[in-house]
């Protein structure tokens, strides 16, 4: 929405046009809605401490923005009757700049979010991870991330 009010040089002075106000109506009335959504906090409800814990992230774009998600898998030990759990851990979205910019450099560009938003969670948790998974759709970003490195660049 704000991405819309600058491309059409709206002054905060300005009314709002219609089309912007209706999708803001829109989400604001959906707000109640979000506040039944809950998203427990404590990560370390959920594990026993012979569990493996795998840390999956996953990226994405669009022709409007790009984000990324990352969760925790808690799988128990084998002889456990304990189910898999899956846990949010973090998320992260970004506008895409108001300048064209190509999808394929888009979905880089989610996939670079992935990675430091990946770091800093191993960093910052305290808790051994036995494997980390960042997955992305874009054949085209899994090629260039492959690419071997060139002087230079």
């Known amino acids: 929405m704000l991405q819309s009010l600058w491309r059409d040089n709206v002054s905060r002075d300005d009314p709002i046009p219609k089309t912007i106000l209706n999708i803001w109506e829109e989400f604001a009335s959906q707000s109640e809605v979000l506040k039944s959504i809950e998203i427990p906090r404590f990560l370390k409800g959920h594990?026993?401490?012979?569990?493996?814990?795998?840390?999956?992230?996953?990226?994405?774009?669009?022709?409007?923005a790009y984000s990324t998600v990352v969760d925790l898998r808690v799988i128990p030990r084998e002889n456990d009757a304990g189910k898999v759990v899956v846990v949010f851990v973090a998320a992260k979205t970004r506008v895409n700049p108001i300048e064209p910019v190509t999808l394929p450099r888009i979905e880089l560009c989610s996939a670079l979010l992935?990675?430091?938003?990946?770091?800093?969670?191993?960093?910052?948790?305290?808790?051994?991870?036995?494997?980390?998974?960042?997955?992305?759709?874009?054949?085209?970003?899994?090629?260039?991330?492959?690419?071997?490195?060139?002087?230079?660049?």
């Open 114 to 153: 992935l990675a430091r938003l990946s770091a800093s969670i191993l960093e910052t948790l305290q808790i051994q991870i036995n494997g980390a998974y960042l997955w992305s759709d874009s054949q085209i970003v899994l090629s260039w991330i492959h690419l071997p490195l060139k002087k230079g660049n």
């Open 47 to 64: 594990m026993k401490v012979d569990s493996r814990i795998e840390m999956h992230g996953y990226c994405d774009g669009s022709g409007k």
